[in-house]
């Protein structure tokens, strides 16, 4: 079998993987969500296996794994960065002279497209203050409160944690 056969099936694996997980996943949801008896819905299976299909048509990102180990890390920065945010944001709401500086901050990123860098900026603006506006490529635009403060060193802080939880396979045909 040659190589461009070998990536068509392997394609189609991925495909039928992901149709499958999201199947599950969507079923699981709607039974948390609206509980086990609108399973039995004709509309309910309809919306699930729609949700299942769409994802035939969408490309397929980059294969990536979680490190489990990493993940305790990241929690604990992600709360305490969370609370130090909050706590910032209340006290510069609470002041009379309210200390802002909005503005826009410029930050190139190493991670690859596809589902960490998706997952950093979410995390960006999950954080109280941040707001991840623009991505042009490796180039992203946050938007901030306060511009004086030390946000790219924040930012790769943020990065280093997300590449630590995520481990990302290689693309096909060797390229980074």
Partial sequence: MDTLSTGRLSRRA??????AIT?????????????HASLLSPLAWLAIL???????????GRPFRLSLSAL??????FLSASVAGGV?????????????????????TEL?????????MAVISLLPGTLSVRLEGR???VHVL?????????????????????IMAPRPGGAA
């Fill in 14 to 19: 991925a495909r039928a993987r992901r149709f």
């Fill in 23 to 35: 199947l599950v996943l969507a079923a699981l949801l709607w039974w948390v969500l609206a509980g």
């Fill in 50 to 60: 729609g949700a299942a299909v769409s994802t035939l048509f969408l490309p397929l």
């Fill in 72 to 77: 305790p890390g990241f929690a604990v920065y």
């Fill in 88 to 108: 910032d944001v209340a006290r510069r709401a609470l002041s009379p002279a309210m200390p802002l500086k909005p503005g826009f901050v410029s930050y190139t």
């Fill in 112 to 120: 690859p497209h596809g589902a960490a860098l998706t997952f950093f």
């Fill in 139 to 141: 180039l992203l635009t």
């Fill in 146 to 166: 306060d511009t004086r403060l030390p946000i790219e060193t924040s930012l790769s802080d943020l990065e280093g944690h997300i590449t630590r939880v995520f």
